[in-house]
């Protein structure tokens, strides 16, 4: 009796490849949706920093210092009051709830004694956005990533 060779994969193996598969895409999906929200977090530090620094220049320099966020390029325009000029690297930018074009510019400026002009800024970035609430009476700078 001659025995046949049967070519093909058991049903054992097809379901151990499946489950590595499996385990693959579960890793690579969330990340692949994440490198927005990435970009979205990165320009918020930034945003971050640049208030901090306008807010700590005020109090030790004892002058008024303006911060200064746009969707658009730098202008050359600054005046010796403004110690950083955000520019957005494709995030659209709100101040409350008014969307500003690409000529516009948002000025925050801050107080020696603390205090700011405060206010919102919505960063959004493709279906993303993010908070930064300036508060006008002690000048503190918060922010948070909203889901929708």
């Not at 490849?17 to 693959?24: F, N, P, R």
């Amino acid at each position: 009796m001659s025995k046949k060779r049967i070519n093909g994969f058991s049903l054992l193996e097809l379901l151990v490849v499946m489950a590595i598969l499996s385990m693959l895409v579960g890793i690579v999906i969330p990340r692949l949706n994440s490198s927005d929200v990435t970009v979205l977090k990165a320009q918020v530090r930034e945003v971050m920093a640049v208030l901090k620094y306008a807010r700590r220049s005020a109090i030790v320099d004892g002058k008024a210092k303006v911060a200064l966020f746009s969707t658009g390029k730098k202008t050359n325009d600054h005046k010796k009051t403004t110690v950083g000029h955000w520019v957005s690297r494709g995030a659209k930018v709100q101040l409350g709830g008014e969307i500003k074009e690409i000529t516009n510019t948002i000025k925050i400026t801050f107080y020696p004694e603390g205090g700011s002009s405060g206010g919102d800024i919505i960063l959004t970035h493709l279906e993303h956005k993010a908070k930064i609430t300036v508060n006008p009476i002690t000048g503190k700078i918060e922010s948070e990533i909203l889901y929708e």
